[in-house]
């Protein structure tokens, strides 16, 4: 299990890896585009995985300062 700040930081790390494909998207030709919108696909996946995962661990971290039972 990863604390919330380490899923910041891949989060962010996936932020950047992201931006750089979408540079290659803009720049390159036509297979060089199709390639970096399939990466930028599954990055934007990743992306979402994360802050996913970052909303459940701060509303585990919520709850347990309130004193509530974790659900599930």
Request: hydrophobic content about 35%; proline content about 1%; glycine content about 6%.
């Amino acid at each position: 299990m990863n604390s919330i700040g380490q899923l910041i930081a891949q989060l962010a790390e996936t932020n950047v890896h992201l931006w750089h494909e979408e540079d290659k998207a803009r720049a390159g030709n036509d297979q060089q585009v199709a390639a970096a919108k399939r990466q930028i696909d599954k990055l934007n996946q990743q992306r979402n995985d994360f802050i996913e995962r970052i909303d459940e661990e701060v509303m585990k971290t919520v709850r347990a300062s309130r004193g509530e039972q974790p659900n599930g």
